[in-house]
Antibody, heavy 117, light 107 residues
Framework: QIQLVQSGPELKKPGESLKISCKAS????????MQWVKQAPGKGLQYMGW????????TYADDFKERFVFSLETSASTAYLQINNLKNEDTATYFC??????????WGQGVMVTVSS | DIQMTQSPASLSASLGETVTIECLAS??????LAWYQQKPGKSPQLLIY???SLQDGVPSRFSGSESGTQYSLEINSLQSEDAATYFC?????????FGAGTKLELK
């Protein structure tokens, strides 16, 4: 069955960096783009952007053009989200999601990131 | 960016009732709208895509419709497991944008 399994929760200090993984299984990884979505505590869903799993080309939504990096390890069917120079407002749950015809049909379980001094 | 105005922000209903949640797009999105259900501590799950197509495995009590730039999610015969937050999402134009969400509580 199709699964997206993300890495575990993170507790970081402001200014640090982190890298979240999203491992796909049950389908051909390069057949579908991967999206990233942020959900701050008690808030709605914010679209961060996507990465083309065939070319590795990332596209970022405006709010995520600085400090955020999408990458791949295609041989391991894994997508990554790196956040540099962490800020308190990065405290959120981050989801990866597979994109098919514009909709997110499968989601990872989410990674809770806490940024606190 | 296309704005999605979702209403109501919350609602309370009884088992067996029918509820409707709406999303208004700031411009024509040509039926490129999806609805998701999210339960506390869980990831969102796709319910409906292309405004009215039911995702595999989703109960038929969920349905979607549209009128111009107004999109609606109707849930018939509410069940206890329908308590959740519901989000709309347009997938017509990049960046894809979500509505703010509707929290559905069962009385």
């Amino acid at each position: 069955q199709i699964q997206l399994v993300q890495s575990g929760p993170e507790l970081k200090k402001p200014g640090e960096s982190l890298k979240i993984s999203c491992k796909a299984s049950g389908y051909t990884f390069t057949d579908y783009a991967m999206q990233w979505v942020k959900q701050a505590p008690g808030k709605g869903l914010q679209y961060m952007g996507w990465i083309n799993t065939q070319t590795g080309k990332p596209t970022y939504a405006d709010d995520f053009k600085e400090r955020f990096v999408f990458s791949l390890e295609t041989s391991a069917s894994t997508a990554y989200l790196q956040i540099n120079n962490l800020k308190n407002e990065d405290t959120a749950t981050y989801f990866c999601a597979r994109l098919e015809f514009g909709v997110f049909d499968y989601w990872g379980q989410g990674v809770m990131v806490t940024v606190s001094s | 960016d296309i704005q999605m105005t979702q209403s109501p922000a919350s609602l309370s209903a009884s088992l067996g009732e029918t509820v409707t949640i709406e999303c208004l797009a700031s411009e024509d999105i040509y039926s490129n709208l999806a609805w998701y259900q999210q339960k506390p501590g869980k990831s969102p799950q796709l319910l409906i895509y292309d405004a009215s197509s039911l995702q595999d495995g989703v109960p038929s009590r969920f349905s979607g419709s549209e009128s111009g730039t107004q999109y609606s999610l109707e849930i018939n015969s509410l069940q206890s497991e329908d308590a959740a937050t519901y989000f709309c999402q347009q997938h017509h134009d990049y960046p894809y944008t979500f509505g703010a969400g509707t929290k559905l509580e069962l009385k």
